[in-house]
C-alpha cells in the first residue's frame, strides 16, 4: 500500500465484531511508521489479530495538548506517517484526536480519513427514528444540574437526538429524560452494539426507562440512546418563550408588541401564547 509522508492517517476500528475491519484500514495500521491509540492494552490485542507488528504510542486527553504539536513536528522532520486510532470505532467521535488533527492541518501536514465504524451511525440507522436530521451530544455532564440544563437547552429542538452514555449512568440518564421530553417521546437505546450480547430497546421513553430499571443486564455494556426530536410547532416554541421573558416584565399589549418587531410572528399568535400564560382561554376573542 501506498503511504504518503508526512500524514495523518485517521483510522476506524470496530466497535465489536471483529470481522468490521476494512482491508484498507488493516493495510494502513501496517504501513504507517506509528500508531498512536488511546489504549495501547486493548489496541494490542486488535493488532495481534490482524498480525499487524508497529509501534504503539499513547494519546489520550490528558497529554494530547502537549503532544499534538510535538507530532506535528517530528512528522514533518522525519518524513513519517502516523496513524491515529481510538480504543473503538471512529476517532475523534467523543474520543482523544482533535487537537493533533488541528496541529497538522496548521502545520500543512496532510490528514487522510480511512473511515469505517461508528456507533454513533450504527445505532442512528437501526433505531426506528428520522435521520434527515440529527444532533449528537455525546456524554452528558456528569453533574445533575449541568445534565438538566443541557437537557432543557435539547427539549424543542426538532432533530433526532443521539447520546453516549457510561451503562452505570443510564439510569440516572433515561430519569432525567424522561423528566425533560416527557414519558411519550419515541426513543431507542442501542447497548452492545455488533457485540455477542448486542440489544436494542425502541419505545416511548417511560417504557425504556421502566424496563431498564427492571432488567439488571440492560446496564450493562457500552450504550447509545437515539430520542426523537419535538413535533412542536417552531414558531409556538418562539412565540411561548419570548412571551415568557417579556410578560415578566410588561404588560400584555406591550409585550405582544415587542415580541411581533423581534420575532416577526403575527399578533394573533403571540396573543394567544399571552392568553395561556395568564390562564385564559387562547381562542378568546381579541
Do not use: W
Not at 473503538?88 to 496548521?106: E, M, N
Not at 452528558?140 to 438538566?148: C, H, S, V
Amino acid at each position: 500500500m501506498s503511504i504518503e509522508r508526512p500524514c495523518v492517517y485517521v483510522v476506524a476500528t470496530p466497535i465489536g465484531h471483529l470481522s468490521d475491519f476494512s482491508l484498507r484500514g488493516i493495510a494502513t495500521l501496517r504501513a504507517v511508521d506509528f500508531i498512536l491509540t488511546e489504549d495501547t492494552r486493548s489496541s494490542r490485542k486488535l493488532l495481534s489479530t490482524y498480525r499487524i507488528d508497529n509501534v504503539l504510542e499513547t494519546l489520550h486527553d490528558h497529554n494530547e495538548k502537549r503532544m499534538a504539536g510535538r507530532i506535528s513536528r517530528r512528522l514533518q522532520e522525519r518524513k513519517e506517517a502516523v496513524a491515529l486510532i481510538s480504543d473503538a470505532g471512529t476517532p475523534l467521535i467523543s474520543d482523544p484526536g482533535f487537537k493533533l488533527v488541528q496541529a497538522a492541518i496548521k502545520a500543512n501536514i496532510p490528514v487522510t480519513t480511512v473511515p469505517g465504524p461508528s456507533a454513533l451511525t450504527a445505532a442512528l440507522t437501526v433505531a426506528g427514528l428520522p435521520t434527515n436530521r440529527f444532533a449528537f451530544e455525546g456524554f452528558l455532564p456528569r453533574r445533575a444540574a449541568a445534565r438538566m440544563r443541557l437537557l432543557a437547552s435539547l427539549r424543542h429542538d426538532p432533530r433526532t437526538l443521539v447520546f453516549y452514555e457510561a451503562p452505570h449512568r443510564l439510569i440516572v440518564t433515561l430519569g432525567a429524560m424522561v423528566s425533560t421530553f416527557g414519558e411519550y417521546r419515541s426513543a431507542a437505546i442501542a447497548r452492545e452494539l455488533t457485540k455477542k450480547f448486542e440489544s436494542l430497546y425502541r419505545g416511548p421513553l417511560g417504557d425504556l426507562y421502566r424496563r431498564v430499571v427492571s432488567d439488571p443486564s440492560a446496564v450493562k455494556g457500552e450504550v447509545v440512546i437515539v430520542i426523537e426530536g419535538s413535533n412542536e410547532d417552531p414558531d409556538a416554541v418562539e412565540a411561548t418563550r419570548v412571551m415568557e421573558i417579556l410578560l415578566e416584565e410588561m404588560d400584555k399589549k406591550s409585550a405582544v408588541r415587542v415580541a411581533m418587531a423581534l420575532t416577526g410572528l403575527s399578533r394573533n399568535k403571540l396573543y394567544r401564547t399571552a392568553n395561556f400564560h395568564h390562564g385564559v382561554d387562547p381562542d378568546v376573542e381579541i
